[in-house]
Nanobody, 124 residues
């Protein structure tokens, strides 16, 4: 089993930045694809971005491309999501995920492990 725990969520003004972190524990493996998803109130969960095992390949949803950056530190078993130029529409619960598939738009079913999520609120 793999446990994922997000941190770093909170309230930020539009245009600001926030950095989310995900601590990976349990049966850790640097070969996992790590991803971030988010779910805004009243909407379905959506793909935000993903990174391959080496960190050399990343994919992002069009809505966050150029503003969000995913990175990973395998020796420390952490994955980060740097969010810049935040907009009110970025308000959501953000989930860290781990799996074995990498693609431009992953689905919930592509990921094997999920964190409990951390709330990001962007005020206008």
């Amino acid at each position: 089993q793999v446990q994922l725990e997000e941190s770093g969520g909170g309230l930020v003004q539009a245009g600001g930045s926030l950095r989310l972190s995900c601590a990976v524990s349990g049966r850790t493996s640097s070969t996992y694809v790590m991803g971030w998803f988010r779910q805004a109130p009243g909407t379905e969960r959506e793909f935000v971005g993903a990174i391959n095992w080496s960190g050399g390949i990343t994919y992002y949803a069009d809505s966050v491309k150029g503003r969000f950056t995913i990175s990973r530190d395998n020796p420390k078993n952490t994955v980060n999501l740097q969010m810049n130029s935040l907009k009110p529409e970025d308000t959501a619960v953000y989930y860290c995920t781990a799996g074995f598939r990498l693609g431009r738009s992953l689905k919930d079913s592509d990921m094997n492990y999920w964190g409990k999520g951390t709330l990001v609120t962007v005020s206008s």
